[in-house]
Every structure is written in C-alpha cells, then in structure tokens.
C-alpha cells in the first residue's frame, strides 16, 4: 500500500517556476515508478512525466514540456519532484502524482497506476 500526497502548487505568472513535490507513505516507495499527469478544466487528464523506480529512466510527455520540467526522486525521503520552469496559462491544471509497478513501456497509461495522490492546484496567470 502506497499513499501520496502532493504539494507545491499555487498561483504564478507566466514564466514562472514551481516545484511540486509528491511525499509518500509506505515502505515499498522505491519499488514503484512515479508519474505526474494534469487535468485542465473541461479536459480529460493527460500524461506529463514518470522516473521509474531507480530513477535511471525518464519519460516526458513530449517536446513541449521537454527542457522546461524535470522530474526527480529521492528515495530516502520517499519524495518525488516536478520542477516546472517557464510555466504556460494553457498548463493550468490540477497535478496529480501516481504509483505504478507496470513494465516502463505502459508509463504514459493512466489505468495501470495503482495509487494515485489528491492532487494539488496549479495555476498560471497571464
């Protein structure tokens, strides 16, 4: 059993920065790989990175947020992160973080994450 909890988000501007951090519960915390995903209002919620469980592989969502956010975890503190830079409006969402022990091929579906967090508010002000 996993729990998750995110923090970090809030309010910025445009090209801003945050780091939101996803603390877990449990003592197999560095057995699962951790994904991000984000659900925008009225949209269905979507991919945005996972490290597995070593941290020696990353996966992003894809060019455009490539080179702007980056994931990391540190194991002894049960803690994964996301340091968003540059940060958009259209990437105001709600970020959520999830557990998942699935081959690293299957990272971007959301249906084979086990635990999920509660997610934490980000919004991008213009």
């Known amino acids: 059993q996993v729990q998750l909890v995110e923090s970090g988000g809030g309010l910025v501007q445009v090209g801003d920065s945050l780091r939101l951090s996803c603390a877990a519960s449990?003592?197999?915390?560095?057995?699962?790989?951790i994904g991000w995903f984000r659900q925008a209002p009225g949209k269905e919620r979507e991919f945005v990175a996972a490290?597995?469980?070593?941290?020696?592989?990353?996966?992003y969502v894809g060019d455009s947020v490539k080179g702007r956010f980056t994931i990391s975890r540190d194991n002894a503190k049960n803690t994964v992160y996301l340091q968003m830079n540059s940060l958009k409006p259209e990437e105001t969402a709600v970020y959520y973080c999830?557990?998942?022990?699935?081959?690293?091929?299957?990272?971007?579906?959301?249906?084979?994450?086990?635990?999920w967090g509660q997610g934490t508010q980000v919004t991008v002000s213009s």
């Open positions: 999830a557990a998942t022990r699935s081959d690293w091929s299957q990272v971007t579906r959301q249906y084979t994450y086990n635990y």
């Open positions: 490290i597995s469980w070593s941290g020696g592989l990353r996966y």
């Open positions: 449990g003592r197999t915390f560095n057995s699962y790989a």
